[in-house]
């Protein structure tokens, strides 16, 4: 396992190297012209590390074009200590701990790490589940929404819905409402229709269970957390993890950035060491997804 002595957490040239044996695994690609013959290294001492120019297009490029580090004048090997450093901690890690351990600013923290988590942002185009698996579904109330004023309930607080496959990945997301209009077509795009699903007694959850292979469900109200195999403990694991990072570590989260923290923890869930990956190979499979998910700190600020 890799710790945070390895030579590309602060040798520059080292950490170039890295990501581009991750991001360009069969050579560099020109991301002007899409060119991959006639591309050479740039030389000379005023050149800036990573630089490379394209002898078709005429035009220099290096790796962190088209991804998160695209105008960033954070060295590279400081991205690769704060991608470590977010992916393997489970729980969150602040951007004033970010701060104090990289030696940026806190503000330089925090865009970072919100670059980092739109990097986190994972394929969803494929279902949970599947013949013979079990997925449990469940939603979360937290923080409150803004303008709304703190009251008796859980109305007034932001909504998250989790589908945790047991065994297996999750996917959460934030919600507006948790009624049937909302949940039901969530839940028939992200879950295969032969999948088992686990639910609490939840009304919302009886008319969407008819479209599943099996729905079972747990009544929490009346005491009962589980029947054999039939349970919500695995998404109320998920969900402990969740609530301890967004309360012990971030503390405050406006809703505009609710979804990048929702990725964070997704990420860590869906590559966890339960599955057989450990810390260097989750920062690897987060450093392949920094492509084509540029985040400028005014849309990080607004939305």
């Given amino acids: 396992m890799s710790n945070l002595s390895a030579p590309h957490f602060h040798d520059e ?14 050579g560099p690609v020109c991301p002007h012209c899409g060119g991959v013959e006639r591309i050479g290294k740039m030389g000379g001492k005023s050149t800036r590390v990573g630089a490379y120019k394209c002898y078709q297009c005429r035009k220099p490029f290096s790796v962190k074009i088209g991804t998160i580090f695209e105008d960033s004048k954070v060295p590279m090997r400081v991205w690769l200590q704060a991608m470590y450093l ?4 489970k729980k969150g890690i602040s951007s004033n701990q970010l701060h104090r351990i990289l030696g940026v600013t806190l503000k330089t923290a925090w865009f970072m790490s919100h670059r980092i ?9 494929w279902p949970l589940g599947g013949l013979g698996m079990t997925v449990e579904a469940d939603e979360t109330f937290i923080g409150r929404e803004p303008g709304q004023a703190v009251r008796g309930g859980f109305w007034h607080k932001m909504k998250v819905l989790a589908l ?27 879950i295969h229709p032969l999948t088992k699903l686990h639910t609490d007694e939840a009304p919302v959850y009886k008319s969407i269970g008819r479209f599943f292979y099996r729905h079972n469900t747990v009544h929490h109200k009346s005491g009962e957390y589980g029947r054999g195999t039939v349970h919500t403990n695995t998404i109320e694991g998920y969900f402990s993890i969740f609530k301890r ?30 599955l057989g990956i450990n810390d260097t190979e989750r920062s690897d499979i987060l450093l392949r997804g920094v492509v084509g998910k540029r985040l400028t700190y005014q849309t990080a600020r607004g939305a």
């Fill in 13 to 26: 040239e080292a950490a170039y190297a890295y990501v581009e044996a991750r991001i360009w695994p069969e």
């Fill in 86 to 89: 977010i992916a393997g901690s």
């Fill in 117 to 125: 988590r739109e990097a986190m942002q994972v394929d969803d185009s």
């Fill in 164 to 190: 945790v496959e047991r065994g297996g990945r999750s996917r959460a997301m934030v919600v507006d409402t948790v009624g049937v209009p909302e949940l039901q077509p969530i839940l028939l795009g992200n």
């Fill in 245 to 274: 990072g967004m309360r012990g570590i971030y503390q405050h989260c406006a809703k505009q950035h609710l979804h990048r923290y929702v990725a964070e923890f997704n990420f860590r869930y869906s590559n966890r060491v339960a």
